[in-house]
């Protein structure tokens, strides 16, 4: 399978460069790490700084043109 997938990479990396795929991918994003202090806790208490986690968040929906 993953030697499927390394034969077509260029084909896949063209599609996600599509400017009408960037929303998409940004909307999944946000959606990873907004789970990702959730995936990435213990006993409640968050590894990950919440505002730095805050401030990349609102510069990768600033990129992607999904507004704050």
């Known amino acids: ?3 499927s997938y390394n034969k077509r990479l260029q084909e896949y990396e063209a599609i996600y460069l ?8 940004g909307t999944l994003m946000l959606g990873l790490l907004k789970m990702l202090p959730m995936r990435c806790s213990d006993g409640g ?17 600033a990129r992607v043109g999904l507004g704050s």
């Not at 599509?18 to 991918?25: G, N, S, V």
């Not at 208490?45 to 929906?61: I, V, Y």
């Open 18 to 25: 599509k400017p009408e795929r960037q929303a998409d991918l």
């Open 45 to 61: 208490r968050s590894q990950l700084d919440p505002k730095s986690l805050a401030e990349f968040l609102d510069r990768f929906k």
């Open 1 to 3: 399978m993953l030697d």
